[in-house]
């Protein structure tokens, strides 16, 4: 059986955060509507565990908000084709890895985003997953619009509320954040279940944790193999689930540039701001398994890289990492909150303060 490799698509591939950008520039202030979401999102998912709710369910919160102010298909197409931006090297190092193994993109993103991306980056589109979205499907009264541009204003005065690192419930969150997840859950949970843009929420389905593992199975089973032949590189909330899956069973779990539900669930944690690592692991792994990879971590050097891949890329390696290699290091509980702090830290280098925060 072949081993196969599966990618989260922002963060390992690009910088952008897709729908955060489009709520930036369709929605007055939307930056702050959708931090105030996103980490509503993580506290329904790790906090709350609302019945039926996913991580990644920002992406299906946000659009009502996105529709209020205007959205439509060909207006998130065009918007989401603006300013791609590429982590350094990923186009040549998807090529690389496609000529070795098996590949997909398993992401959360719209699909306004990944089918234009698919063509900036030449990678075929039938080999990705991604949120389905017609918003042009959905109409909304010219009054619940209104209503969302009103819940809008009020919103974006609020500041995100804090999770602390202890937190096991949402008593465990300060009386004012608990004042702000009441507000949202009223908004989303009660109002506009009665309202027709309760239809958006109702019939949208992101791409998110458990989606990301039937991602998985569905690539296992088309490809006639098992999931301990995967190689999953992730870096987010939504990549926790199909991080712990491939790693229960038997598969490599990368966390790249992860954020701390990336890392907790990785196997392998790696601080790049290029994506020639992300090649070497996959060929490694190509080649000798899991055992491979962990070899390779516990001597990390240029010449065991160089027996990995082709010496033509010697020149290619020595300028992406100017003769420093990235950071790469077995997660351990001895070492997982270090790694957490660090990862973190330098995923806001990478992608920014604003979207390196974002879960």
């Not at 301990?228 to 990368?254: C, M, Q, W």
């Amino acid at each position: 059986m072949r081993r196969i490799f599966v990618t989260d698509c922002e963060g390992p591939i690009s910088k952008n955060d897709n729908a955060f950008e489009l709520a930036q520039k369709l929605i007055p202030e939307g930056a702050r509507l959708f931090t105030l979401i996103s980490k509503y999102d993580d506290i329904q998912a790790e906090i709350v565990r609302r019945p039926g709710y996913r991580p990644g369910d920002t992406l299906k919160l946000i659009i009502p908000f996105l529709k209020a102010y205007g959205a439509t298909n060909d207006i998130l197409r065009r918007l989401s084709t603006e300013d791609m931006i590429l982590v350094k090297g990923a186009k040549d190092t998807l090529y690389l890895i496609r000529r070795h193994m098996p590949s997909f993109i398993v992401s959360t993103s719209y699909e306004h985003y990944i089918q234009p991306l698919c063509k900036l980056i030449d990678f075929p589109e039938d080999h990705t997953y991604c949120t389905k979205l017609d918003i042009d499907r959905f109409t909304i009264p010219d009054w619940e619009a209104e209503c969302l541009r009103n819940w809008t204003g009020k919103l974006v005065r609020l500041s995100p509320p804090n999770i602390p690192a202890s937190a096991n419930s949402i008593s465990d969150l300060s009386r004012e954040d608990r004042e702000k997840i009441a507000f949202l859950d009223k908004i989303f949970w009660e109002e506009m279940q009665r309202m027709t843009v309760g239809n958006i929420l109702k019939g949208i389905r992101p791409i998110g944790g458990i989606e990301k593992v039937e991602s998985v199975r569905d690539i296992v089973n088309k490809h006639d193999s098992d999931v301990g032949k995967i190689i999953y590189f992730g870096d987010s909330i939504t990549d926790s689930e199909p991080l712990k899956y491939v790693r229960n069973h038997g598969g490599v779990a990368v966390s790249f540039n992860g954020n701390e539900y990336a890392v907790r669930e990785a196997e392998l944690a790696i601080l790049s701001d290029h994506t020639l690592v992300t090649g070497v692991f996959a060929l490694a792994f190509n080649k000798g398994g899991i055992d491979a990879v962990r070899n390779l971590v516990t001597d990390w050097n240029y010449e065991n890289i160089l027996q990995i891949i082709n010496g033509e890329l010697r020149p290619k390696l020595q300028d992406a990492y100017k003769n420093k290699l990235p950071h790469v290091e077995i997660v351990s509980e001895s070492n997982k909150k270090r790694l957490i702090e660090e990862s973190c830290a330098f995923r806001k280098k990478v992608r920014g303060e604003i979207v390196g925060s974002l879960g």
